[in-house]
């Protein structure tokens, strides 16, 4: 294996894995508050807030993962 097919695989490997996780989380995070929601519907501003800044947070995780990603590719 030369270097080029290795900073290939490697960049797949790191955008793969680095947006599985934040793709669970996210997941995970508007299934509780959709739930949250449904037990208590007076709180669903408060809830729908929180589950959006829980959102940006765990997508930020993702597009960190694709800036090493392109690091690595291009670097």
Not at 52 to 63: P, Q, W
Request: charged fraction near 15%.
């Amino acid at each position: 294996m030369n270097e080029a097919s290795i900073k290939l695989i490697m960049t797949g490997l790191t955008i793969a894995l680095g947006g599985a996780g934040p793709a669970i989380a996210i997941g995970l995070l508007s299934a509780k508050a959709m739930e949250a929601i449904g037990r208590n519907p007076e709180a669903a501003d408060s809830i729908r807030t929180t589950m959006v800044l829980g959102l940006a947070f765990a997508e930020a995780i993702a597009i960190y993962a694709l800036v090493a990603g392109l690091i690595i590719r291009f670097v």
